[in-house]
Structures are given as C-alpha cells and as structure tokens.
C-alpha cells in the first residue's frame, strides 16, 4: 500500500472532481436513481467537494438526510461552501472521519463509497464498520476507477465486503469503472 500523501486524493484536487464533464459522463442523478428514495438516510463516503453529496440530498428530499463522510477537513469546507445558505444544508449532516474509523452511529439505508474504497488501506475494517451502520437489508454501492483498481483488486475488494456480511446484488454500469452493489445480509 502506498504512502497515505500518494493514495489519498488531495483537497487541491478538489476542483477536477466537480466539473462539467464529469457532470455529463457521470450524471449523479442517473447513477444515484434506482438505488434512491425519497425519505431515505444515506452515507457518502469520502464525499469530497460533494459532486454525489448535493444530487443525494436532492433526491432524499425534506424528509430524508444524508451524511456527508470524509477524512480531510479541507474537502468537507468545499462541500460546507457550496451549500451554505441554501435548503440543502438542513439536510446534509459533515462528518469528519479517522482513516480506520467512520465513527458514526446512525444507522442509514445506503451507503455509497464512490472512488473512496481504494484509498482506504485496511478495507475488511471498513467494511466490518460499514456493517453496523447499515439498517437490515441496506445496501452499498461501490464504485471504483478503471487504471486505479485492477479487476484483481476490485475482486479482492467484493471478497472483503462478502466476509464482512454483504451479498451481491448487481453490477451496474458506470462507464469506464469498476460498479457493485452489495446487500447487508
Ligand atoms: C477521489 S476522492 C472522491 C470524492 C467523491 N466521492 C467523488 O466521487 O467525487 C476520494 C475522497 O475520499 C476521501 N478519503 C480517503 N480516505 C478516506 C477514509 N479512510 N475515510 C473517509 N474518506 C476518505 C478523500 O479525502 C477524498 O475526499
């Protein structure tokens, strides 16, 4: 595993994560729709500047929540800075994490660790964590980068969530990257 500086995507990054390009090729509220409801608790794991975080929030709408997760302060104020003053900050809950613990108890309906998982070096960890947060019958949806991850690592990376008590459910398509979706047993 490589240094935490190498493997970490840094805050000045940020801005390459919420662009317009990305918006079109990766379409948050396409990806998010099947697996959202209106009402709903949902974690982002290792949220970043928020590109999934606001189209989430939308999507749960007044009645639902979701809990924006990341290590670093600085991609959490990115996030705090875009939905500030607006409706969505009453529904968007910052949570500041350790690398090897989320450290939150409320239990969600969905997880969704998007280009996060990789970055993690003790993945049975996260996953056994993840376990406990999820509400019976909750889901994970994990999607990995194409050069990144190999198909070897994201097939190591499924076998770490099975051991932990997720089955999977489906491997939808996201262009270009690795995707599963992963039930609570
Ligand atoms: C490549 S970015 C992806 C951000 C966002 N999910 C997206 O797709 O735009 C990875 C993010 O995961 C965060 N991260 C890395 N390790 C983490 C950990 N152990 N727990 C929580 N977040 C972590 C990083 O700080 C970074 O913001």
Not at 74 to 85: A, C, P, S, Y
Request: some cysteine; charged content about 30%.
């Amino acid at each position: 595993m490589n240094k935490r500086s190498e493997r970490i995507c840094p805050v000045e990054k940020a801005g390459s994560l919420d662009t317009k390009i990305r918006r079109w090729l990766q379409n948050p509220h396409k990806i998010l729709r099947p697996y959202i409801k209106e009402g709903m608790t949902v974690l982002d794991l290792g949220c970043g500047p928020g590109f999934f975080t606001v189209a989430l929030a939308q999507m749960v709408g007044k009645n639902g929540k979701v809990i924006a997760v990341d290590l670093q302060e600085g991609m959490l104020q990115k996030l705090k800075e875009k939905i500030i003053g607006t409706e969505l900050e009453n529904h968007i809950t910052l949570h500041k994490c350790e690398e090897d613990r989320i450290g939150f108890k409320e239990k969600v309906d969905l997880v969704l660790a998007f280009y996060v998982v990789h970055e993690i070096p003790d993945q049975q960890n996260l996953f056994n964590e993840l376990e406990t947060i999820l509400k019976p019958n909750g889901k994970l949806l994990i999607v990995e980068p194409p050069f990144h991850v190999s198909k070897k690592a994201f097939a190591e990376t499924i076998k770490k969530a099975n051991t932990a008590g997720f089955t999977e459910v489906e491997r939808p398509k996201v262009l270009f990257n690795k995707a599963v979706v992963l039930k609570k047993n």
